[in-house]
Every structure is written in structure tokens, then in C-alpha cells.
């Protein structure tokens, strides 16, 4: 991990190299401890557990917990409410999650369960308006949703996708609210030739999942955000390698035709204001990271 501190002029100085274990496949940040200062979370896929860096040692000393089987990828936040971020690892080599809820001293109270072969994606949301993060993630062919009981414990899986297709995975999952009835809705990409839309309803069922095609083979990430600041939520994908494309929602669960960003390689992206401008800019990842601000 190569960590750049930033400056008030939006420039970096006084670059930090920690270790973050074996095969650092994901990496998120967190206050793990509730003191106040952020920690840095790391899954370590060759060695089955996942590596803290703690932020009051400026992230010099470290801790490990283990997980699943080969954990690739991780969500991190406060799932029993104590102010202690929480997190949750999707493990491809057993086909299991790895729930971590922080003790109250030290270390984690850990829950792995097994979710389905093809397992390969996670994501915390609160789905019911009740105020704490509920657990989506994939396996065996179903997007499944699980509950969250208020302490950090978990009910039995809710099936809100079944694959059409067999044990085709779920590799990406956004969740936003993207018909504006105040309830969160649920994006995520079938395989990589599909998106798919699962829309909530007020009675707390979920909507026939809506299938949309895209270039067979290519879609890789799907976040959602409200990109041209219209006050609605939009999708941001990765088709292929050379393209990143916006769909702009309409407010009431319908999307515009892709607008196609050509990039030279895209392996990645996140969305931010970089420029604290108010505008939300893209960053991508390749053969070269480039920054695309937005121009209003």
C-alpha cells in the first residue's frame, strides 16, 4: 500500500509505504477502534484472512483476522451500531462470506457462512429503512439479500435474482434509491453481458428483476451516482476495457441510452469531487490513472 497525504492546494506530499499481507485483493477505510482516526483494512487473499493497519500508530503496527476461504472482495461499516466500523468479505474459495463484528476490547466476533458456489460479490445497505446495513451478496446462481437484526447478526437469505442462466454470478452490486419513492433499489450485473434491476416496493417485496443487455462479455463494475446533478440517480459502468458509460437515470427507475467515455484501458474507476467544486469527476485505472473532472 503507497498512501499520499494531501495538500490545501488539491497536491500530494510525504508518500508512506506499509505492507498490506499476501495478495491484497480489495482494500478499504474505517475506524475499527471508534478512536477517531481511520485504519486501513485489506483482505489477503493467499492467506485467508484480512490485515488492519492501525491509524494511531500512523499505520506502522498491524493486525490480522481471518476469513473464508481465498476473501476477494470486502465492504467495511458499523453493522450493531457501537461506532465501531464492522466488515464482511466475499470468499471465492469456499463459496462463503465472513461476517467480523468488532468486540468491544480486542478482535472480532467472526460468522462465516457459506452462500452458493460461484460466490463472488458483497455489499452493505440499509435495504428496509430501519437504520441498520443489511448484507447483499451472490452464490449458487441468486442475488440474496440478508437482514440485519440491529446487533450485527443476520437472518435467513432473501432471493431477489435467480440467475436465468444457471450458476451465472453477480460480480458487482450498486444499491440507490433510482425511482425516488424512498426506498433503496438494487443494480448489479448478471454474469457480464447483463444488468439487472430489482426495484423495492413500499410493502417491502421487491419488483420482477428487469435484464438489460450490453456488449456480450464486457461489463465489469457498476456504481450509481446523480452525475449530472439533476437530482437523480444515474449508472456508471465499465463495458470492456476502453469504456466507461453513464446511463442517466430518469427519476423513476428508467435510463437514457449509455453515454460512452472512451479511455485508452480501464481496469477501474471511483467517483468523487476531486476538485471540491461540486461536481462529482471520474478516476480510472490501466495501463495509466487518469483523472476526468467534470465540466458543467
Known amino acids: 500500500m503507497v498512501s499520499r497525504l494531501g495538500t490545501s492546494s ?9 505492507t498490506m499481507g499476501d495478495g491484497p485483493t480489495a482494500i478499504k477505510m474505517g475506524d475499527f477502534n471508534n478512536d477517531g482516526i481511520t485504519d486501513i483494512m485489506a483482505t489477503n487473499l493467499n492467506k485467508d484472512r484480512v490485515r488492519i493497519r492501525w491509524g494511531h500508530s500512523n499505520w506502522q503496527n498491524w493486525s490480522f483476522y481471518s476469513t473464508g476461504d481465498g476473501p476477494r472482495e470486502l465492504v467495511v461499516g458499523d453493522l450493531n451500531g457501537d461506532g465501531r466500523d464492522d466488515f464482511v ?19 472480532f466476533r467472526l460468522n462465516t457462512l457459506y452462500v452458493g458456489t460461484g460466490n463472488s460479490s458483497v455489499a ?3 435495504m428496509n429503512n430501519d437504520g441498520d446495513l443489511d448484507i447483499l451478496h451472490d ?3 441468486r442475488l440474496r439479500l440478508r437482514l440485519n437484526n440491529g446487533s450485527g447478526s443476520f437472518g435467513s437469505p432473501i432471493t431477489l435474482v435467480t440467475s436465468p442462466t444457471g450458476n451465472t454470478s453477480f460480480p458487482s452490486i450498486a444499491v440507490a434509491d433510482v425511482d425516488g419513492d424512498g426506498f433503496r433499489d438494487v443494480v448489479a450485473n448478471h454474469g457480464y453481458d447483463d444488468m439487472v434491476l430489482v426495484r423495492r416496493t413500499a410493502w ?6 428487469e435484464f438489460a443487455a450490453v456488449n456480450p462479455g464486457s461489463l465489469r463494475k457498476i456504481q450509481i451516482h446523480d452525475m449530472d446533478d439533476d437530482g437523480h440517480r444515474d449508472i456508471v459502468t465499465i463495458e470492456g476495457t476502453t469504456t466507461i458509460n453513464i446511463y442517466l437515470g430518469n427519476g423513476n427507475g428508467t435510463f437514457s441510452s449509455a453515454n460512452v467515455i472512451d479511455t ?3 481496469f477501474d474507476f471511483e467517483v468523487a469531487d476531486f476538485n471540491n467544486d461540486g461536481f462529482l469527476d471520474l478516476l480510472h485505472s490501466g495501463n495509466q490513472t487518469r483523472l476526468l473532472l467534470a465540466n458543467p
Do not use: E, M
Open 139 to 141: 452464490g449458487a446462481g
Open 204 to 209: 417491502g417485496q421487491y419488483r420482477t428483476p
Open 89 to 107: 468479505t466475499a470468499n471465492t474459495g469456499d463459496d462463503t462470506i465472513t461476517i467480523g463484528v468488532k468486540r468491544s476490547g480486542s478482535g
Open 124 to 126: 452493505l445497505a440499509d
Open 10 to 18: 488539491g497536491s500530494f506530499y510525504n508518500t508512506q509505504t506499509r
Open 264 to 266: 485508452p484501458t480501464t
